[in-house]
């Protein structure tokens, strides 16, 4: 399995940006994909997540209404809009994958691979 993070740029706060997440080597459609970032210093910590099959999603309760993730299972990718960025949402962005069928939740642990992370740079 792997996974392909794509689209981290640098922005000016209030800017977006729309990351992918491209999965290959999935024997099955009924999985999750995670988005998770670590800033600096920091833990990594949950963004949002996404059942493919059929599109339930979490997010991380302070980023709702500015983050949006989404997939399109033809192209085995998911992406994370992220709009009116923050300072503090700079960070290495990474997607996980868990490949066990089950809702998805924010737990690092419950994810099996993982992408090598996009950075994403949020200036003030």
């Known amino acids: 399995v792997q996974l392909v993070e794509s689209g981290g740029l640098s922005v000016q706060a209030g800017g977006s940006l729309r990351l992918s997440c491209v999965a290959s080597?999935?024997?099955?459609?009924?999985?999750?994909i995670g988005w998770f970032r670590q800033a600096s210093g920091k833990e990594r910590e949950g963004v949002s997540c996404?059942?493919?099959?059929?599109?339930?999603?979490y997010y991380e309760d302070s980023l709702l209404g500015r983050f949006t993730i989404s997939n399109d299972i033809g192209k085995k990718t998911v992406y994370l809009q992220m709009n009116d960025l923050k300072p503090e949402d700079a960070g290495v962005y990474y997607c996980?994958?868990?490949?066990?069928?089950?809702?998805?939740?924010?737990?690092?642990?419950?994810?099996?691979?993982w992408g090598q992370g996009t950075q994403v740079t949020v200036s003030s």
């Open positions: 080597g999935l024997t099955h459609d009924d999985y999750a």
């Open positions: 996980a994958v868990d490949h066990i069928p089950r809702h998805c939740i924010l737990r690092t642990s419950r994810y099996q691979y």
């Open positions: 996404i059942n493919v099959m059929d599109g339930r999603t």
